[in-house]
């Protein structure tokens, strides 16, 4: 799995924990809490974790797993 695809699933995951919605920020440090040995060890995915999550909530937006933005409150993620 790339790291994009793996981001995907790791967003769902943190908003499971944190009910359905939460902000980027706490989904980050989800991520990071869960899945740091993996971010380390992912070469340059290290270094682009954050832009991949982004873009992964963008995609899960597309696929209607996500709420679109226009949907939420500013900064906020929310399960459909």
């Given at each position: 799995?790339?790291?994009?695809?793996?981001?995907?699933?790791?967003?769902?995951?943190?908003?499971?924990?944190?009910?359905?919605?939460?902000?980027?920020?706490?989904?980050?440090?989800?991520?990071?809490?869960?899945?740091?040995?993996?971010?380390?060890?992912?070469?340059?995915?290290f270094?682009?974790?954050?832009?991949?999550?982004?873009?992964?909530?963008?995609?899960?937006?597309?696929?209607?797993?996500?709420k679109?933005?226009?949907?939420?409150?500013?900064?906020?993620?929310?399960?459909?």
């Amino acid at each position: 799995m790339s790291l994009r695809s793996d981001a995907q699933e790791w967003i769902i995951e943190a908003l499971h924990f944190y009910g359905g919605s939460a902000t980027i920020i706490q989904i980050c440090k989800y991520v990071w809490a869960q899945h740091e040995t993996e971010l380390r060890s992912s070469e340059d995915g290290f270094y682009t974790w954050q832009y991949d999550v982004r873009w992964a909530a963008q995609a899960l937006r597309d696929k209607g797993i996500l709420k679109p933005i226009s949907e939420t409150e500013r900064g906020l993620w929310e399960l459909q």
